[in-house]
């Protein structure tokens, strides 16, 4: 398979409308990849708490219809990063969307972990209750935003339900990169999966952005990484390695906590 990880800037003197055309057109520059994913939040910025009450749109609003759009041109599977969804009921969500090459929706995602620590993210959104994937005819994908990626426990669900790519869009503050690096890796040992970890660059609200968009394969290895920069980040990776490193080390049969403990230890 071959992924591009679009490390876009998200610059406050540029619209939102703009961000998504622009976005839409780098989308349309990776015709030939199998699957492109964008960041966290870039129509607004992981940090624009300000923006996000303005910018809230429904399910199947602008941004739906732009990267449903971006995804039938391109003739790839989008995962399209994450934006301000506005429920019935007025509840915000940091929801990520799925497309197929056709432009079908394949799946939403509302992050579970909100950031935040009693303020922003944390009092200013719901949070989500279900784990997502999406099969994909090479693989399965296991969906996660930003702040999820310090809960291992989220990832070892998503490994149960199927998923051996487990992709993270997140809007990542330079000033914990250290930590970024460290997590997707983590993850991807732990898992025995690979990890696709696609962060924004720019500076949000005064938050400076990580970057270093990472994949790391299912031994921990780094297969690219990406500067501080905008970068469009294109690897190849092959998803029988999955369950070959399963099979070579077969750690995850050795579980013995989880969610249906052996009754020897109950």
């Avoid at 432009?103 to 993210?121: L, M, T, V």
């Avoid at 660059?201 to 920069?229: F, K, M, N, Y």
């Amino acid at each position: 398979m071959r992924a591009s990880l679009i490390q876009i800037a998200v610059d406050p003197d540029e619209s939102v409308n703009s961000r998504r055309e622009r976005a839409a057109s780098l989308i349309a520059a990776q015709q030939g990849a199998d699957l492109v994913i964008l960041p966290e939040l870039w129509p607004v910025g992981a940090f624009a708490y300000q923006a996000f009450e303005d910018e809230a749109e429904p399910l199947r609003g602008p941004t739906h219809e732009v990267m449903a759009k971006a995804a039938a041109d391109a003739g790839v599977w989008l995962h399209a990063g994450s934006f301000v969804e506005r429920d019935s009921d007025g509840t915000l969500y940091n929801t990520t969307l799925v497309f197929t090459p056709e432009g079908e929706r394949a799946a939403s995602y509302r992050k579970i972990h909100r950031f935040g620590f009693d303020k922003g993210e944390a009092v200013m959104m719901g949070a989500g209750d279900e784990l997502v994937t999406v099969a994909l005819p090479q693989t399965t994908l296991g969906l996660a935003t930003c702040y999820d990626l310090r809960f291992p426990e989220m990832f070892r669900g998503l490994v149960d339900a199927g998923a051996e790519v487990l992709v993270v869009a997140a809007g990542w503050p330079e000033r914990r990169r250290a930590h970024w690096t460290l997590l997707a890796q983590a993850r991807a040992v732990e898992n025995q999966a690979y990890v696709l970890a696609v962060g924004c660059s720019g500076t949000h609200s005064g938050v400076p952005q990580a970057g270093h968009s990472i994949v790391v394969d299912p031994w921990g290895e780094v297969l690219a990484q990406a500067g501080p920069g905008e970068e469009v980040l294109s690897v190849e990776f092959d998803p029988a390695k999955v369950a070959a490193t399963r099979e070579q080390f077969p750690a995850l049969k050795d579980r013995r906590l989880g969610l249906a403990a052996p009754t020897d230890l109950v």
